[in-house]
């Protein structure tokens, strides 16, 4: 399995500002993807990270809102822009080595947005 | 579209007993995946157990296994000799192949709670 670090684990933010949230993998992986899970909730997938090019959204998430880097097979970042009390979830990421294989989670960023 | 359906919102089991989640699933693909994952109050997502449509043996990781019913579209989790620190929800999820990129589709999940 793959070690992910995701930082940070949890924040309270105000509205209006914007948190960006990391995803270090412990080796190279091909697939990540970021998840959000409102209270209450399952995951609904925000974006596919692609290496060197833009991500790509899903329905009802823009990139203005959540933009998305992956400088790299092991790195991605979200930011969660402007934001609102709606937008207070769990953020997670998600990788997977090659098609086909178990996907694997990072810890998750639990955000507050007062 | 795929899609998954978990229908037991809270489950309550006596410690040590079995329990079996339920998972259903819908899809036209011949080929597809089947996860389940463990998300304790800490908020993180635990892989359990994953079985591929192809496989013809139900899969099995530790405590954990997979009644795969193919032909009713179920993919049921059953916990062994339960215990307290199975309390946690239960997602069911299912492989999406679009593009090339493997991506999941969660049901709502199952809130287990074990009873000392």
């Known amino acids: 399995s793959a070690v992910i670090s995701q930082k940070p684990s949890r924040d309270i933010c105000q509205r209006g500002t914007s948190l960006t949230i990391q995803c270090q993998v412990d080796?190279?992986?091909?697939?990540m993807f970021w998840y959000r899970q409102q209270p209450g909730q399952s995951l609904t997938l925000i974006a596919t990270?692609?290496?060197?090019?833009?991500?790509?959204?899903e329905s009802g998430f823009v990139i203005d809102k959540f933009p998305i880097s992956r400088p790299n097979l092991t790195f991605s970042t979200l930011t969660v822009s402007n934001m609102s009390p709606e937008d207070s979830s769990i953020y997670l990421c998600?990788?997977?080595?090659?098609?086909?294989?178990?996907?694997?989670f990072g810890s998750g960023t639990q955000l507050s947005v007062l | 579209a795929q899609k998954i359906t978990q229908t037991q919102p809270g489950m309550f089991v006596q410690e040590k007993e079995a329990v079996t989640l339920d998972c259903t699933y819908d899809?036209?693909?011949?080929?597809?995946?089947l996860f389940w994952y463990k998300q304790p109050s800490s908020g993180e997502m635990i892989f359990l157990i994953y079985?591929?449509?192809?496989?013809?043996q139900n899969a099995t990781e530790g405590r954990y296994s997979l009644n795969f019913q193919k032909a009713r579209k179920s993919a049921n989790l059953v916990i062994s000799a339960s215990q307290l620190g199975d309390s946690a929800m239960y997602f069911c999820?299912?492989?999406?192949?679009?593009?090339?990129?493997?991506?999941?589709?969660f049901g709502q999940g199952t809130r287990l709670t074990i009873n000392p």
């Open positions: 999820a299912m492989r999406d192949l679009i593009q090339g990129a493997q991506k999941l589709v």
């Open positions: 990270a692609n290496q060197g090019s833009e991500a790509t959204y």
């Open positions: 899809t036209s693909d011949q080929s597809y995946g």
């Open positions: 079985q591929g449509s192809y496989d013809e």
């Open positions: 080796s190279q992986v091909t697939m």
């Open positions: 998600s990788v997977g080595r090659r098609l086909g294989e178990k996907l694997f």
